[in-house]
């Protein structure tokens, strides 16, 4: 950030207006057009469980899901996003039976170690298995290769989501 | 999940206990922290690697009210930095010897503000000429010129020389590695809190509160009972969060109590790769002498460390990585001089290994090399010359009768099928389009302080029997080790639901907080299982002492009573549930009842601090490492292929922790193998980025076996050794042999990347 300590200074006439949904919830906003949204969700919104590692889309610490796609919150500025935009955090995730799945696979496999890539984690994993339900290990490899763990050398992440997507395959076969 | 069994914990993958509120996002870091009124905090940096401070400019066109700036002439206390040698300032007054050094600190209302306020202070500093590259220093060092060492140190055993002298075989080789960054992926961060008394509380992300503490005070000149230091949630230190965070709270304890508001300052990525500590380079050179059988008949070993501008936490480096620099093996005459030179470069310091990474990477690598020399298998000369019972180490230190380290390595030879598959090394001959190679690394971690550091600190830690937030008894573990993703939370509740027999869900362990837990020592130097945990086991078999005469005299009519799984049961079979037990003791006794041990270090334990004499380490944990590798004929691009890992770490408390520590020390140690690298350039760190310092990805790792021998310290209640930092040091001598025996070259300075390899092919007809 102190590289462009200048840019959120934007005069207040020059700040815009955006309404997006945030885990579900309308959230409209008055922000300087090159705030982060990672920022956003971070400081005005209180939702923390994004985190930033790196500031420059290089750990995935602080991904999240736009419109169902993973990105990384640190990258996106507010202007970028139009109205009506979904995002979903970790926050939201937690409160969904996806969610729910996913965090229990992660705790059970030995996945979470110091835990501060894993809510990006979790949500890159929770984008893979929305787009493929029974993705393969190299798949899911593939998948979480934006996402950087220092401590777990992906052994037990890659693990832990193997074990979600089998679950919720079966919790939508219904068994 | 787990159920109590008469077995107890220790030895179950109990669940993690911080794992629910980190996956859902909830856990607090630092950088998740907010206080009423915060101010941000920045630091204004030496533009020279070395230099006089002439003055401090402040830009007269910024608009200055609003912002606090502290100099060193603001610091209240002593601005040097406590450590062994006290060479270090917080803030630099006359001589600034690194670019980046800080020469002092601003805060403001935003950290923008902050960011700018800092660069609109110039230091006015006459310059003058710098050390900066490792290569340069080297390069001095053999052409004997003159260097600044910060600290030097021998081991002496035998004559080494005189072995020498009568080898056959003489094997020379030189081992260099870089520069290499921890990357825990949250970043240094801290908040100071002035208090109301004129005192400080400071939050942040550490691994050693009790070495915050003192240097608070010391530099703030206030007494311990104002300085209060409370670990958050610690995202990833693997050493980096040993002694940088103590100037980091120093930065932010000089701008709260100067602006009276709470400051925090966390790095962004940039300013932590580029002012925080680095792993030491290395260059190591090994003579040694064989006879024609492959036995070692004498060896030299010239291990240089590149410290940096201070020494910080060098001398005790050294030391680890003299002292494994050519352990292992059986030789009476051998000789290791150990030296760190000065730099114009931030100071070196922990990483996970500590020295003994670049101790193994030299002595793995050249271990293959005597194989080579006289003709044998890499496995068979291993198997030849590791210490048998009653032989000694480098310091004198005698190996028991029965130890980890010959099954280790029988087994990951057994498991790897290394004999058959060595057959099939391809050695830079065979045409087809991927090269494949086998290697091995044999290598150990001392557990605990080098020599006499335990008996000095007598690690204190408590368990207090207090009341639970829903009411009920809870027991409540009083440390200061601190939980930074290794899993210390879970396993030392694990030891203690054990050592008292109650249910581990009775047993909480909050944050430490230097106002309510002793000094335990540092987090550092795989101490905390073996050492915190077997002070913790004492404690709470006092404890458990304490509550059993209590229920035989109160509700037994004192009749002997023993306390297992959670119920008191007398002689003649009357029983007692622990949670009324507990909650009646805590009543009569008063509200927290505190139960504290210390520890002690083996009997007989004998160190000579001057010349390295006697027993190093309490015990040692061993390991072996198979790794197999391709490489592309046609692109030189390498792809670990798979490793088996067999350890040996004594008791293993919980293998689901203890195996996920394996794997991902073994993948930062495939990284400083494969592809971690930082250059100097004018004085800085060149891969200052996520984007220019690579670690490894979801994509760049083998498959990862791991096997663990239980080969239990003989001198405590649980038997467990220490585990987190030997995962790392065998990982790269592994692959690098891996690499020789599929290409055919050896490369002897890490990291191995293709260029590196294509360079040694081009070079055909030299030394291997
Ligand atoms: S913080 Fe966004 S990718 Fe690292
Ligand atoms: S658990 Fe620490 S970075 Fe992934």
Not at chain 2, 5 to 15: K, N, S
């Amino acid at each position: 950030m102190n590289g462009e300590p200048a840019r959120e200074n934007a005069p207040a006439e020059d700040w815009i207006r955006r309404t997006w949904l945030v885990n579900g919830r309308e959230v409209s906003l008055r922000v300087p057009p090159l705030r982060r949204v990672l920022d956003i969700l971070r400081e005005e919104l209180g939702l923390t469980g994004a985190k930033e590692g790196c500031g420059e889309g290089e750990c995935g610490a602080c991904t999240v899901l736009v419109d169902d796609q993973p990105v990384c919150a640190c990258l996106l500025v507010a202007a970028q996003l139009p109205n009506r935009s979904r995002i979903l955090t970790i926050e939201g995730l937690s409160a969904m039976e996806e969610g729910r799945i996913l965090e229990e696979a992660y705790v059970e496999a030995g996945a979470v170690q110091c835990g501060f890539c894993i809510p990006g984690m979790v949500m890159a994993s929770y984008a893979l298995l929305r787009r493929n339900s029974a993705p393969t290990e190299r798949q899911i490899r593939e998948a979480l290769a934006g996402n950087i763990c220092r401590c777990t050398g992906y052994v037990k992440i890659v693990e832990a989501v193997g074990r979600a997507a089998e679950r919720m395959g079966r919790a939508a076969a219904g068994r | 999940m787990v159920t109590v069994t008469r077995r107890g914990y220790v030895g179950l993958p109990v669940e993690r206990t911080d794992a629910i509120e980190k996956v859902q996002g909830k856990a607090r870091y630092v950088g998740d922290v907010r206080r009423p009124n915060m101010w941000y905090g920045a630091i204004v940096r030496s533009p020279v690697s070395h230099g006089f401070v002439e003055g401090l400019e402040r830009d007269p066109h910024f608009d200055w009210s609003g912002v606090v700036l502290v100099t060193p002439d603001d610091i209240p206390g002593s601005n040097v930095v406590e450590s062994l040698v006290r060479d270090m300032p917080f803030l630099a007054a006359k001589e600034v010897r690194y670019r980046g050094e800080p020469v002092a600190l601003v805060a403001a209302p935003t950290r923008e503000a902050a960011h700018a306020a800092a660069a609109a202070v110039k230091p006015r500093i006459r310059r003058v000429p710098a050390l900066t590259e490792p290569d340069e220093v080297v390069r001095v060092f053999k052409a004997g010129g003159e260097l600044e060492y910060l600290w030097s140190q021998e081991i002496r055993k035998g004559d080494a020389e005189q072995g020498l002298r009568e080898a056959r075989i003489v094997v020379e080789r030189e081992y260099r590695t870089g520069y290499a960054e921890q990357l825990y992926i949250e970043p240094q961060g801290m908040i100071a809190v002035p208090q109301e008394d004129g005192g400080v509380l400071v939050e942040g992300s550490m691994q050693c509160p009790y070495y915050v503490q003192p240097e608070l005070c010391a530099l703030l000149n206030l007494p311990p009972e104002k300085v209060r230091v409370r670990q958050t949630v610690v995202g990833g230190g693997f050493g980096g969060k040993e002694e940088f965070p103590s100037l980091l709270a120093g930065y932010c304890a000089l701008l709260a109590l100067k602006s009276g508001r709470a400051v925090k300052i966390v790095f962004d990525r940039e300013e932590d790769i580029l002012f925080t500590t680095k792993r030491h380079p290395s260059w190591v050179r090994h003579r040694t002498g064989l006879t024609r059988e492959g036995r070692i008949t004498g060896w030299r070993v010239d291990f240089l460390l590149i410290g940096g501008a201070y020494a910080t936490l060098s001398p005790v480096v050294l030391a680890r990585g003299i002292i494994h620099a050519a352990i292992g093996y059986r030789c009476d005459d051998v000789v290791v001089q150990g030296r760190v030179v000065r730099t114009n470069m931030p100071p070196s310091g922990a990483f996970r290994g500590f020295g003994a990474p670049q101790a193994f990477w030299a002595l793995e690598s050249h271990v293959d090399e005597l194989a080579e020399a006289c003709g044998m298998r890499p496995d068979e000369f291993r198997l030849r010359n590791i210490y048998r019972g009653g032989d000694t180490t480098t310091t004198g230190q005698r190996v028991p009768e029965q130890y980890g380290g010959p099954a280790v390595l029988r087994k990951a030879l057994e498991l790897s099928r290394f004999g058959a598959r060595y057959a099939h090394c391809s050695r830079g001959r065979t045409m087809s389009d991927r090269w494949y190679g086998i290697g091995l690394a044999y290598f150990c971690h001392g557990a605990g302080f080098t020599g006499d550091g335990e008996a000095r600190i007598r690690a204190r830690a408590a368990v207090e029997l207090a009341r639970g937030p829903e009411g009920g008894p809870a027991v409540v573990i009083r440390a200061s080790s601190t939980e930074m993703g290794q899993g210390a939370q879970t396993v030392l509740r694990q030891i203690v639901a054990d050592a008292l027999a109650v249910p581990i869900d009775r047993v909480r362990y909050p944050l430490p907080d230097t106002a309510l837990v002793p000094d335990s020592g540092p987090t550092v130097a795989s101490r905390t299982t073996m050492v915190v945990g077997a002070v913790l086991y004492d404690a709470a078999v006092a404890m458990k002492k304490a509550l059993q005469r209590f229920v035989s005299r109160n509700f037994f009519d004192g009749e002997g009573c023993v306390l297992e799984e959670g119920t008191f049961s007398s002689e003649t079979g009357r029983s007692l549930d622990f949670t009324r037990a507990a909650l009646d003791y805590l009543r009569t006794t008063g509200v927290q009842q505190r139960f504290e041990a210390v520890f002690s270090l083996p009997p007989g334990t004998q160190w000579d601090q001057e010349r390295f004499r006697g027993d190093a380490y309490p015990d040692y944990s061993w390991a072996c490492y198979v790794a197999e590798v391709e490489v592309e004929r046609a692109t030189l691009a390498i792809g670990p292929i798979k490793i088996t890992a067999v350890l040996d770490i004594g008791r293993v408390v919980n293998p689901v922790l203890a195996e996920g520590q394996v794997q991902g020390g073994l993948v930062q140690g495939i990284g400083y193998a494969l592809m971690e690298k930082v250059g100097v350039a004018e004085g800085l760190f060149e891969a200052a980025r996520m984007q220019t310092y690579i670690v490894p990805g979801a994509l760049d790792i083998p498959e990862i076996r791991v096997t663990f021998v239980e080969c239990p310290y003989p001198y405590s209640a649980t038997g467990a050794k220490g585990l987190g930092e030997l995962p790392l040091n065998g990982a790269a001598p592994a692959v690098g042999n891996a690499l020789k025996h599929a290409v055919g070259r050896r490369i002897h300075d890490l990291p191995v990347t293709p260029e590196k390899l294509f360079r040694a092919i081009e070079r055909k007809g030299d030394a291997p």
